[in-house]
C-alpha cells in the first residue's frame, strides 16, 4: 500500500513540477529497486525453509547411517531405524545426536 502512495505522490509531483523531472525519475526507481528487492527476499526465504531433494538424498542419520524421512507440517527429519527426529530449524537441519528428539 505504501509503494502505491508513493508512486501517485510521484506521479503528482511530476505533473505539476516538470522541471524537477531528473529527481522524479530517480525516487521511482529507487522506489521500484526497492519493491523488487523486497519480493526477491521473501521469496528466497520462502523457499529456503523447506528442504530440497538434493539435499535430502545426501542426508543420512548420525547415529545409525540410515536414511531420512523429512515431516514438512512439524519441521523434522525422521529415522525410522534409531527412532530419532531432528529438527530443522529455517531450514537447516540440526543433526546432532544429543539435540535429537526420541520417538516412541
Known amino acids: 500500500m505504501g509503494y502505491i502512495a508513493c508512486y501517485l505522490t510521484l ?3 511530476f505533473l505539476f513540477f516538470p522541471k524537477k523531472l531528473k529527481r522524479c525519475l530517480i525516487a521511482t526507481i529507487y522506489l521500484i529497486r526497492n519493491w523488487f528487492l523486497r519480493v526477491i527476499t521473501l ?3 520462502t ?8 539435499l535430502l538424498g545426501v542426508l543420512a542419520c548420525p547415529k545409525c547411517k540410515g536414511s531420512l524421512k523429512y515431516e514438512k507440517a512439524k ?10 527426529a531432528y ?3 529455517g ?3 540440526i543433526m546432532l545426536v544429543e539435540e535429537a528428539e526420541n520417538l516412541k
Not at 47 to 54: N, R
Not at 75 to 84: A, D, H, M
Open 43 to 45: 521469496r528466497f526465504f
Open 75 to 84: 519441521s523434522r527429519l525422521i529415522c525410522k531405524k534409531c527412532r530419532l
Open 91 to 93: 531450514g537447516i537441519p
Open 47 to 54: 523457499m529456503s525453509e523447506e528442504l530440497s531433494k538434493k
Open 11 to 13: 506521479s503528482v509531483h
Open 87 to 89: 529438527r530443522v530449524e
